[in-house]
């Protein structure tokens, strides 16, 4: 390993995913002066919508929230696939200047913060020769989502060793693949399995989708009829706002009614999975959860896919647990036994905050766990510093586009003034501690223990709410008594807020 020469920036984006590219769009229209580069561990830019290459592979949620603000959709499908999302990225990176900006097989590895040289000295690891560069910069910025990219998880299945077909993670999926004419076992319930499930049963003998508990389902129109009404009458950037309205107001009654209502909620599902599938279909085992809907993540399955394959006998779903693999398949604890050619571990994801960057603050290293989010998008005590991060209950776009009008704000604010640090931190003793996410989800639940905190009051209070969060983090003061800004280098001591 060696060092390479050291280069200023004003900005430092780490991530060229939606994200990153969106950040990137904010930071050109808004200061278009500053200095900026993406630095991006992989070889393309896209992230979950380049590394994800499954069958079916698509959104859960709309295009229309989960585009961005900016740049309409304006494809007839709503709820699309990963190609066009992808393309999609790549078109607004490309219109934008911004590719030219992309440094790819750049793994940012730490990051130390120095309050004398008010600025961040950042470690970059080269993917391909493993050499280690260094850069500063006045902003770090990750937009690195949100779980490991290396690995998915799987469980431990006693016997998966002795199994004599094969095993495939849908985060590592063989492009060669062929699976025509084969068995295939589905494991999972989230909205990786039922995407594989519908799209697989197209070419497969059979496909089973093997579940522990069942997960809430409901079906959306793949072309949103609204938009497609008002695109005949309308430009599409007038109809791109109006839906997106819509979908924004539609999805966060949805959700507040779930959380208030669960019973009215879970009638509301129950009686579309009704409709959807033969008479006699047992929905109590297979669609009927333990948990309230939005406790964990509800699926969306386009026009019925998944129960457009079940009705059709090309796919079926059996609610069991797994007592171990055989050389055939799979022996369920029913004592049920399940032949499968390929089994599909659509188990989940491996959380990783910031990317896995190593932060550190005049050489210390924030214990990230106890610290707290400032308005889901900046620490405490972590100074000149963002990292984005969606909503878990609506698209993840509508909070990423937020957080970079946030960033391009504040950074403004601190150019105006002459301020070259800002930090949040939190004053007030009577802000009480709570855990950033509330996902009963086992994802969730085996990595919160690693993930900084909420607090009980704004402007620690994560916010899932799109609407709350405009006039937070679009209209909110900048100084607002938590946010600390200070001038001059050597300046370590936290400046009094300025009123606003
Ligand atoms: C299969 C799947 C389907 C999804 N569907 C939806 C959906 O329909 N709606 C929705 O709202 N959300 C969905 N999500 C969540 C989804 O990840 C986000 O919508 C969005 O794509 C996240 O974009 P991002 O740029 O923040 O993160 P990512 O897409 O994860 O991109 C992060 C990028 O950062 C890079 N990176 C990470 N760490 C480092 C580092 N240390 N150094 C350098 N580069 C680094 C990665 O290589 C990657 O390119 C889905 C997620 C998955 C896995």
Known sequence: MTEGSSEHLDVLIVGAGLSGIGAAWHLRDRLPGKSY????????????????????????????????????????????????????????????????????????????????????????????????????????????????????????????EGFGGTVIHPQHWPEDLDYAGKRVVVIGSGATAVTLVPAMAEQAAQVTMLQR???????????????????????????????????????????????????????FIRRGVERALPPGYDIDTHFTPRYNPWDQRLCLVPDGDLFAAISAGRAEVVTDRIA????????????????????????????????????????????????????????????????????????????????????????????????????PEVSDPSIVEQPLLDFTSGYVQRSLHEFPKQGSREPWKLRQNYVIDIRSIRRGALDDGSMRFSSGASETRPADPVAV
Not at 240 to 246: D, E, G, I, N
Request: hydrophobic content about 35%.
């Open 37 to 160: 580069a993406i630095l991006e561990a992989r070889e393309d830019l896209g992230g979950t919508w380049d590394l994800f290459r499954y069958p079916g592979i698509r959104s859960d949620s709309d295009m229309h929230t989960l585009g961005y603000r900016f740049k309409p959709w304006t494809r007839s499908k709503t709820i699309t696939d990963g190609a066009s999302i992808l393309e999609y990225v790549r078109e607004t990176a490309r219109e934008n200047g911004i590719d030219e900006r992309i440094r790819y097989r750049r793994r940012v590895v730490g990051a130390q913060w120095s309050s004398s040289e008010a600025r961040w000295s950042v470690e970059v690891e080269q993917t391909d020769t493993g050499e280690i560069e260094r850069l500063t910069c006045d902003f770090l910025w990750t937009c690195s989502g949100y779980y490991r990219y290396d690995e998915g998880y799987t469980p431990e299945f006693e016997g998966i």
């Open 213 to 267: 508990s069942p997960t809430y389902i409901a079906s959306l129109p793949a072309a949103d009829p609204i938009a497609k009404a008002l695109r005949r009458v309308l430009p599409d950037r007038a109809v791109y706002p109006l839906v997106r309205w819509k979908n924004v107001l539609l999805q966060s009654v949805f959700f507040h009614l779930s959380r208030r209502r669960p019973g009215m909620i879970k009638r």
């Open 324 to 423: 171990r693999f055989n050389e055939r398949g799979i022996e369920l604890e029913s004592g049920r036994e399940l032949e499968a050619d390929i089994v599909v571990t659509a188990t989940g994801l491996n959380l990783l905050f910031l990317g896995g960057i190593k932060l550190s603050v005049d050489g210390e290293e924030p214990d990230i766990p106890r610290a707290m989010t400032y308005k889901g998008m900046m620490l405490s005590g972590v100074p000149n510093f963002a990292f984005t991060v969606g909503y878990t209950n609506a698209s993840w776009t509508l909070k990423a586009d937020l957080v970079s009008e946030y960033v391009c704000r504040l950074l403004g604010h601190m150019d105006a003034h002459g301020y070259s640090r800002c930090v």
